[in-house]
């Protein structure tokens, strides 16, 4: 019974920030790598972030590089996006996900367990 369930999401206003938390249930979360992705109205989903589990192992969607940051607390199986500089472009759904393994990759057939997501607006 594997559950992600996202949080964080809002409203914000460009430049602004916002920190996404995704904690997980019934995965062993520190053995696998955990991903963030996106999906805006009419786009296909997109892979933001990604962090395994040794210092460093994180990837990032050339779009976001700089910006945000993908962390993660195992003690609370969680994981954690931190948004800055946000851009209307950044407008989208956000979902956590679990590839089930360790595979520093954001394609998106890695991925076997996803969150419902939540949602992130950004007005300029």
């Known amino acids: 019974q594997v559950q992600l369930v996202e949080s964080g999401g809002g409203s914000v206003q460009a430049g602004g920030s916002l920190r996404l938390s995704c904690a997980a249930s019934?995965?062993?979360?520190?053995?696998?790598?955990m991903a963030w992705f996106r999906q805006a109205p009419g786009k296909e989903r997109e892979g933001v972030a990604v962090?395994?589990?040794?210092?460093?192992?994180?990837v990032y969607a050339d779009s976001v590089k700089g910006r945000f940051t993908i962390s993660r607390d195992n003690g609370k199986n969680t994981v954690y996006l931190q948004m800055s500089s946000l851009t209307p472009e950044d407008t989208a759904m956000y979902y956590c996900?679990?590839?089930?393994?360790?595979?520093?990759?954001?394609?998106?057939?890695?991925?076997?367990?996803w969150g419902q997501g939540t949602q992130v607006t950004v007005s300029s």
């Open positions: 019934g995965v062993i979360f520190g053995t696998i790598c």
């Open positions: 996900a679990a590839n089930g393994g360790v595979n520093l990759s954001l394609r998106e057939a890695r991925y076997v367990h």
């Open positions: 962090i395994c589990t040794r210092a460093g192992d994180t």
